[in-house]
C-alpha cells in the first residue's frame, strides 16, 4: 500500500533580498506607469523612476553588505579558537574608572 511519502525538497530556500530586489524592481515600473495613467508628466513618471531604481539600488547594496557582514560573524563563531585566552579579574582591562597611577601625591 502506497501512500503520501515526505520527499526533502529540492528546489533551494528563496533568497530573502533576491525577493525584496524583484519587488522594489517592479514597483520601480508599477510607480511610474500609473502616475502616467492618472494624468501625470512624462518627465515627473522619469524622475520617479530614476529616483526609484537609486533608492532600490543602495537598499540592494547595503542587503548584501548586511548579509555579508552577518555570515562573516557565523563562520567567526563557528570557527575553532586560536589560542586567544581572555584575562578576568583584577588585571583585565575593562575600561572603567581607573584609580590612582596618575594622581599627584601631595
Known amino acids: 500500500m502506497s501512500g503520501p511519502h515526505a520527499t526533502p525538497q529540492t528546489t533551494p530556500p528563496q533568497d530573502s533580498v533576491t525577493d525584496v530586489v524583484r519587488w522594489a524592481a517592479f514597483s520601480c515600473v508599477l510607480v511610474p506607469v500609473v502616475l502616467l495613467w492618472y494624468g501625470g508628466s512624462l518627465a515627473g513618471a522619469a524622475g520617479t523612476a530614476l529616483g526609484l531604481a537609486a533608492v532600490t539600488a543602495v537598499c540592494r547594496l547595503l542587503l548584501r553588505q548586511s548579509e555579508r557582514g ?3 560573524m557565523r563562520a567567526a563563531e563557528q570557527a575553532p579558537s586560536r589560542g586567544h585566552r581572555h584575562r578576568a579579574g583584577a588585571g583585565a582591562r575593562r ?8 594622581t599627584p601625591v601631595g
Open 70 to 72: 552577518a555570515a562573516q
Open 95 to 102: 575600561g572603567g574608572r581607573h584609580t590612582g597611577g596618575s
